[in-house]
């Protein structure tokens, strides 16, 4: 009797969380915008950054527990499965919450390849090198897209970093370097291939990001997620037909990764991070960027006992340096004009 009281809690806990994530979402554009510095640091926003730095830090794991070899889901597959029903779940909340869900032609245009870039052209790369690397290697590479974004955003608005920003790009740099060097030498983990595709994932990210910055659309938070979702979804399904990959045939742990992955990874995460931005200064809210990693490599560690020599560790800090540095000066400097 008590373990179905149990059960009943944790369903009600459950349904409570994604209520209160869809609400969230149906919020304005506007109050999405950051915060500035003044704003107080509180302890529902902390909550909020704490459900980020785990869920977010802990999705590299659950692609690797999908992924890998014997778990029934190919990478492209999983990409498309877990957009596809996450991009449902908005597009239908948005639609019985009567917000405006049909798009302009330039709106669908920045969305689409906004959606492509960041999940058939990011996470499918992730997707696709984790049946080879390990989830704390994949995280720590992946962890760098402040890294990359500042350096595009910088050669975008045809603006000249500070001198400070340039050494702390080249700081974030020299920690990739300690993290691929050892891997090609030793031709263990990762190949070539892998971690040319690791490296990929998060320019294709920022690039995509970066579009909708620079070309801003008029529809709600929710909207816009529901179309990145959808629209990323569909170019999964056509790598999965064009690369011939087998029909999912996942085990019961495949299965597990698949649903945390859609609904704590792609809409619990995702609400918890701008319920962040709403209730915490902006510095302190982007720190998911630099925390998401080292919890993936300590779960990645403590779950799956993978590698963690003194070049993971070095590469880790040089990284996570780099991205304290970027963000440091973005927030706090201006950059001239070329």
């Given at each position: 009797m008590?373990?179905?009281?149990s ?11 994604i ?9 304005p554009r ?14 529902k ?9 785990l869920?977010w ?16 889901i190919a990478?492209f ?19 019985l ?20 870039l ?20 994949a995280a ?6 402040p ?12 603006q000249?970093?500070s001198w ?11 920690g ?7 891997k ?12 040319l ?17 620079h ?8 909207v ?12 999964f ?15 019961a ?7 945390y ?6 809409i ?10 709403h ?30 020599s ?6 880790m ?7 304290w540095g ?13």
């Amino acid at each position: 009797m008590n373990q179905v009281h149990s059960a009943t809690r944790r369903s009600d806990w459950l349904v409570a969380t994604i209520t209160r994530t869809m609400r969230a979402l149906h919020a304005p554009r506007s109050s999405m915008e950051p915060l500035q510095h003044d704003k107080q640091v509180t302890a529902k926003g902390l909550a909020n950054l704490v459900t980020v730095y785990l869920i977010w830090g802990s999705t590299y794991l659950a692609i690797r527990f999908a992924v890998r070899e014997g778990a029934g889901i190919a990478p492209f597959a999983l990409g498309a499965m877990r957009t596809l029903m996450a991009g449902s779940v908005l597009l239908g909340w948005a639609a019985l919450r009567g917000v405006r869900i049909r798009l302009t032609r330039a709106e669908f245009v920045t969305l689409a390849v906004a959606g492509l870039l960041m999940w058939p052209g990011a996470n499918g790369l992730v997707n696709w090198a984790e049946q080879r690397a390990d989830s704390s290697y994949a995280a720590l590479l992946v962890g760098a897209l402040p890294i990359w974004a500042a350096l595009i955003d910088a050669l975008w608005r045809r603006q000249r970093p500070s001198w400070r920003l340039i050494a702390f790009l080249v700081i974030g740099f020299i920690g990739i370097g300690l993290l691929t060097v050892p891997k090609l030498l030793s031709a263990e983990g990762a190949d070539l291939v892998t971690i040319l595709m690791l490296i990929a994932a998060p320019i294709t990210w920022a690039i995509g990001t970066l579009l909708q910055i620079h070309r801003p659309v008029s529809v709600s938070p929710l909207v816009s997620s529901a179309y990145l979702h959808l629209l990323g979804g569909v170019g999964f399904a056509i790598l999965f037909v064009v690369t011939k990959e087998p029909w999912p045939t996942p085990t019961a742990q495949a299965w597990g990764a698949l649903v945390y992955l859609t609904i704590a990874g792609s809409i619990i995460a995702f609400t918890a991070y701008v319920q962040a931005l709403h209730l915490l200064p902006t510095h302190i809210a982007m720190t998911y960027a630099y925390v998401n990693p080292v919890v993936a490599v300590i779960l990645g560690w403590m779950l799956l006992r993978e590698e963690m020599s003194f070049a993971v560790l070095a590469g880790m800090g040089l990284i996570m340096l780099g991205v304290w540095g970027v963000f440091r000066e973005r927030y706090h400097r201006q950059p001239a004009t070329l």
